[in-house]
C-alpha cells in the first residue's frame, strides 16, 4: 500500500521554530513533486511550499524566507523546515504528492495531515 506519513507537528512559542517530516511508503519507483498545504480552521487549504525531483521550490509569499522545503529523492521523503513562526501559521499541515509512479501507475497522495500551533 502507497501512502504518506507526516511527522514533528506541535506545539511552539511565536519566534519558535519546528520541522516537518513526510515519507511516502510503499512500492514506489519515483515522485515528480512533493508539497505542503495547511488548512487554518474556518479557511481553505493552501499551499505553502511545493519541491519538484530537481529540486526546484515554489513558495507562498506569506511563508517565503521563514520555512524550507528540501527533499531526499533516495528516500521519497520531503521537509519542511519552519523558523520564526507566527500565531497565522496555525493550522493543520498537509503533505502532497503528484506524479506519484507505482506498478499500478501514477496516482496523487495526501498525508492524513499534522497540527502546528503557534501560541503568541
Known amino acids: 500500500q502507497v501512502q504518506l506519513v507526516e511527522s514533528g507537528g506541535g506545539l511552539v512559542q511565536a519566534g519558535g521554530s519546528l520541522r516537518l517530516s513526510c515519507a511516502a511508503s510503499?512500492?514506489?519507483?519515483?515522485?515528480?513533486?512533493m508539497g505542503w498545504y495547511r488548512q487554518a480552521p474556518g479557511k481553505q487549504r493552501e499551499l505553502v511550499a511545493d519541491i519538484t525531483s530537481a529540486g526546484a521550490t515554489n513558495y507562498a509569499d506569506s511563508v517565503k524566507g521563514r520555512f524550507t522545503i528540501s527533499r531526499d529523492n533516495a528516500k521519497n521523503t520531503e521537509y519542511l523546515q519552519m523558523n520564526s513562526l507566527k500565531p497565522e501559521d496555525t493550522a493543520v499541515y498537509y503533505c502532497?504528492?503528484?506524479?506519484?509512479?507505482?506498478?499500478?501507475?501514477?496516482?496523487?497522495?495526501w498525508g492524513q495531515g499534522t497540527l502546528v500551533t503557534v501560541s503568541s
Open positions: 510503499g512500492d514506489i519507483f519515483g515522485i515528480n513533486v
Open positions: 502532497k504528492a503528484e506524479r506519484v509512479l507505482t506498478r499500478k501507475g501514477y496516482f496523487e497522495l
